[in-house]
């Protein structure tokens, strides 16, 4: 018995000690090398074969491996790839991060990504770029620094928002601006809160409530596999930024400091006080005669008695050179369980206008813990207070623009008494001027400036809060909570002694308080495991919730006791003149997925989903679907290409995909009614009607392109061919007048429209030897738009701009210009046919060039003269670093366009307003050869809008010079800093361009898509100069 007992356990060991040589069971931990945290998530692979495993929340793993397998692989992305030799049942392990892989990855929708896995076309920009420039939104220092983005601002004016456009125009009637998407919460559309009151000259752009260096990064998402989980707000791109957050490792102290000026490049070219004189006149005697007493219309005044003729260059009364000073103050740092980030700073311009000034104090605090490795927290928020003062501008005829340049210049600023010049309706004084042959009268453009109060003050807070769990071994569960809440205040005091509403009411006070409280709640789970050894699967899904009001509130009064009263107060006026207000509200309830696989680092393959439901929505149409789906093949992986040694990288992808714009009213669908009087008796009566049916905005987007790095990574190269298809376009459709619908028409899908081109950003290192480099980026793109349908192929009409079947959004329709009659100085213009007809203005008739009456030229002689927008555009940003010092030079450079110049067609009028120099070159005899008629007051004809005032847009810009200095290690040292830069730049330098306005970058009619491409008395944008200096400790 004891025999077979001992039989059996020799036969057990035997067995045991087989099935050890087979396989055995390796443990360990792996951990971070810089502060030696655990490290979840890390793929653990035995060398040669599929067996494999990732490590849990703490870092820990545990893996058989069979008797062949002698090494253990440890590979996780920002980390150097890491293999060991198996010694025993314990391996412990300690990755390194890996610096050149940190730097590429990429912040997506709901999570990051490996820039070299990404299959969709995102654009990323350092920080870096847009720190310390003396702008007053984030978005203003893009301009030209991203392939496929366009950036055009609006005028010089401050705190004035800027036209953003991805790829090209995605909306006939609504915005055509990107989703912006602040640490992972959307924030407020810039199309939504640009203009609260536009009539008082403030505005307020809600981008400018985020300090610019607060910012880490940028990132344009710009297909529909990139921006596809935002869905119904896609369709125009993604600009998703993060701000910075602590670091592990000592706290750094940082100083920032900057101060300088700024001015206007191109002033406007006006007639002095005797060329005034000269020119009014030969505009009267050309119509009445030399020997008519009407002919002398105006002449010298010596208001102050001086003995001289009064003489003012008001260009010079409106505009000045402003300043500018910012200071910001950040602290940063963290360990193993905290890090933190907090910034406070402040910053005064004023601008280039007489009285226009921004001034804004900021605070961020961005916070992260660790309480436990499966668990992580944090908060992201800032607070943001802004007080600018505005003027008006652009087509007011009090603002900078009209009464600013149109006011004679043989007028002086100040009368007798020391007050404003004014006469007795509190205009500008007339002088010797004949106010009969006025088109407008003068509003004096110093004290519209001095004497009103054009006030907007806003607060701000922007933030977010999240938890991070990780129950389980790659799963990683979030839910964050953001707030975007925005109180806005606007004041505006009109003086009684000038002429306005202040005149009509003797003083008056408007003001208007907006609040808008956003809400924002996203819920998602992020998984992500190993099959084999090649096969990655990374999968994220969610659930979305937001929430809007707004609720603004105004109020008016007039007839004050005093002009030292300029508030609503009770007992300092007289008249309430009235009051308003409103409220509206809109919600979302989303859900979305995205699943990414790639094979070996080889073949990728994603797809993404989302479902807006959408309060704005008609009830028939009230949710959308958005699938996107996309490819990739980095073919440098392949064996074929191993002898290729120049070949770093080669990745082509394509994706395809649909997004929505969902920029609609609140209540676009709804049948709305609005109150009033009939028959002394108060009632309600439709103001809009419905449609059930009315739903997003579509675009149906296709990217395909390519990644290529070349030459030890020296030499990169992205390329992009796009094709948007955008249908479902939201057009109000023409009904019966019979109907009594109010407008007669209904908001309905009805429009389509298309955008293709291509894109490149090549980005190369030219020279790096000992201490001196040379770098370059450069992006070239290029788009073409057409309308494609439209209800009943009937324009879309906005003043000298359409949208038409089978031309691009925006087309001009002009008369055309045939130029001036060399034998007697009338304006030529050719009918729709190509005839040549001249107008007489003493006859106020058309005459042919034979001599005979012919019929008059309409608006139906317009022929589609030219499209606004740029059908190329780009930014070239050359960087040379010698030593400690470095060097900066970006060119910016856009074209293709024609920009429709009314503010010189304003200034060449033949009323009794000043005028260009360019006037002197007037028709005045016989052969002349000129582009100028024959001067003949009050003739409206000759000057009428054609394409003599349409204008090429092209232009090459400096954008940006700047120079800086790291002092030495040797030097901060024994001053007990870490670090101190010094810098200068200069911003806006000059420009190369044809055209002949002021500013060939500016828009008068802002994002109003058909209409762009309009300069009517914009103001230019400014030249700065600033010094600053960065201090760390």
């Known amino acids: 018995m004891r025999k077979v007992i001992l039989m059996k356990l020799a036969l057990f060991l035997t067995l045991v000690s087989q099935a050890w040589a087979q396989s055995r069971t390796v443990s360990g931990t792996v951990t971070d090398a810089a502060n030696g945290q655990p490290l979840p998530g890390v793929a653990v692979i035995v060398k040669g074969t599929s067996i494999g495993i990732t490590t849990g929340y703490d870092g820990t793993y545990s893996l058989n491996v069979p008797e062949s397998g002698n090494t253990l692989q440890f590979r996780f992305i920002g980390y150097v790839t890491m293999e060991r030799p198996i010694t025993g049942n314990v391996l412990n392990v300690a990755l390194a991060v890996d610096s050149k892989q940190l730097q590429e990855v990429v912040v997506v929708g709901y999570g990051v990504q490996d820039v070299k896995d990404v299959t969709g076309s995102i654009t990323s920009i350092s920080a870096a770029k847009i720190e310390n420039q003396p702008v007053q939104s984030f978005d203003q220092a893009l301009s030209g620094r991203a ?6 601002n609006s005028s010089g004016m401050l705190a004035d928002g800027v036209t953003v456009r991805i790829r090209g125009v995605g909306s006939i009637s609504n915005s055509s601006q990107p989703l912006y998407v602040i640490d992972g919460v959307p924030m407020a559309q810039v199309s939504n809160l640009n203009t609260f009151n536009g009539g008082n000259g403030t505005r307020y752009n809600p981008l400018a409530d985020l300090n610019p260096n607060d910012i880490e990064s940028i990132e344009v998402l710009k297909d529909a596999a990139a921006a596809a989980l935002y869905g119904s707000r896609a369709a125009n791109g993604v600009i998703l930024v993060t701000t910075k957050r602590g670091k592990t490792g000592t706290t750094k102290i940082t100083y920032d400091f900057y101060t300088g000026y700024n001015e206007i ?4 070219d006006l007639l002095n006080g005797d060329d005034f004189i000269t020119i009014q006149n030969e505009k009267a005697s050309n119509r009445f005669g030399v020997d008519d007493p009407k002919s002398v219309i105006t002449g010298n005044v010596d208001i102050n008695g001086d003995g001289k003729p009064d003489r003012t260059n008001w ?9 500018v000073h910012s200071h910001q103050l950040s602290m940063s740092g963290g360990n193993e369980k905290t890090s933190y980030y907090g910034s406070v700073s402040y910053s005064d311009q004023s601008g280039v206008v007489v009285a226009n000034r921004l001034r804004r104090g900021a605070a961020r605090l961005n916070l992260d813990v660790t309480p436990k490795n499966w668990l992580k927290a944090g908060i992201s928020t800032s607070f943001t207070k802004t007080l600018n003062n505005g003027v008006l501008a652009e087509g007011y005829l009090a603002g900078v623009g009209v009464a600013g340049l149109n006011a004679p210049s043989n007028l002086p600023v100040y009368g007798n008494d020391g007050f404003y010049y004014l006469n007795s309706t509190g205009y500008l004084g007339n002088g010797a001027n004949d106010q009969t042959y006025l088109l407008n009268r003068f509003y004096h453009p110093r004290a519209t400036l001095d004497l009103q109060r054009n006030q907007n003050t806003s607060q701000r807070m922007l933030g977010n809060a999240y938890i991070e769990v990780q ?6 569960v979030t839910s964050k909570f953001g707030i975007d809440y925005i109180q806005n205040f606007e004041d505006q005091y009109s003086d009684p002694r000038i002429a306005g509403l202040g005149w009509s009411y003797n003083g008056l006070v408007q003001t208007n308080n907006l609040s808008r409280n956003q809400w924002n709640w996203s819920n998602y789970a992020t998984y992500s495991f190993l099959v084999g050894e090649q096969h990655n699967f990374a999968a994220t899904g969610g659930i979305e919730y937001q929430e809007v009001v707004q609720n603004s509130i105004g109020a008016y009064a007039g007839d004050f006791a005093d002009p030292f009263f300029k508030d609503i107060i009770t007992g300092t006026f007289a008249e309430q003149i009235g009051s308003d207000g409103a409220r509206t509200h809109n919600g979302f309830d989303s859900y979305f997925g995205r699943l990414s696989y790639d094979f070996g680092n080889k073949y990728y393959a994603e797809v993404a989903f989302r479902a807006d439901a959408f309060s704005g929505f008609g009830m028939n149409n009230k949710r959308g679907y958005f699938p996107a789906g996309s490819v990739g093949w980095r073919i440098s992986e392949e064996s074929f290409l191993d002898g290729v040694d120049f070949l770093n990288d080669l990745k082509l992808r394509a994706s395809y995909g649909i997004v929505g714009n969902s920029n609609i009213a609140d209540f676009a669908s709804r049948t709305l009614y609005g109150g009033g009087l009939y028959v002394e008796q108060n009632g309600l009566s439709p103001v809009q009607v419905g449609n059930t049916n009315l739903k997003w905005e579509t675009s149906n987007k296709l990217d395909i392109g390519f990644d290529l790095s070349v030459l030890q990574d020296r030499v990169g190269l992205t390329f992009d061919y796009f094709n948007t298809s955008i249908t479902d376009l939201v057009l109000n459709a023409p009904v019966l007048r019979t109907t009594g619908i109010p407008g007669a028409s209904v908001s309905t899908n009805i429009g389509s429209m298309n955008n293709k081109g291509f894109e490149l950003a090549l980005n190369t290192v030219n020279i790096e030897k000992n201490d001196f ?9 290029k788009v073409k738009n057409e309308v494609t349908s439209l209800y009943n192929d009937v324009p879309v009409v906005s ?3 359409q949208a038409a079947v089978g031309y691009a959004i925006g087309e001009f329709k002009l008369i055309r210009w045939a130029g001036v009659n060399p034998d007697n100085g009338m304006a030529m213009f050719l009918s729709k046919d190509g005839v040549v007809k001249q107008y007489d203005p003493a006859t106020q008739k058309y005459y042919l060039l034979d001599g005979s009456e012919t019929t008059q030229i309409t608006g139906d002689d317009a022929v589609f003269a030219g499209n606004p927008y740029p059908k190329w555009f780009g930014g070239v940003d050359n960087t040379f670093r010698y030593k400690d010092f470095d060097i900066g030079v970006f060119f910016q450079f856009s074209g293709g366009n024609k920009i429709l110049n009314q503010t010189r067609a304003g200034l060449m009028t033949n009323y009794m307003n000043n005028n260009l120099n360019e006037i002197k070159d007037r028709w005045q005899k016989p052969g002349d050869i000129t582009d100028v008629p024959r001067l003949y007051l009050q003739d409206n004809v000759s000057t009428r809008l054609s394409t003599r005032w349409l204008e090429d847009g092209d232009f090459l810009r400096l954008r940006q010079l700047s120079i800086g200095y790291n002092v030495p290690s040797e030097l901060t040292d024994k001053a007990g ?17 044809a055209y002949k306005g002021f500013d060939p970058e500016v828009n008068t009619n802002r994002n109003v898509n058909i209409a762009y491409g309009v300069d009517n008395r914009s103001i230019p944008q400014a030249r700065s100069f600033t010094f600053g200096v960065n201090i760390g400790l």
């Open 147 to 152: 392939a496929g983005v366009q950036i055009t």
């Open 265 to 268: 490049v191109r002033r406007p």
């Open 315 to 323: 260009v010079d009364e409106v505009f000045r050179k402003g300043k």
């Open 471 to 476: 129950p389980v071994r790659n799963l990683k």
């Open 773 to 781: 480099s040379w770098s370059t980026n450069f992006n070239f793109s």
């Open 799 to 801: 003043g000298s701009s």
């Open 977 to 993: 800093i870490s670090t101190l830069r010094l810098y200068a730049q200069a911003q806006n330098v000059f420009v190369l361009t």
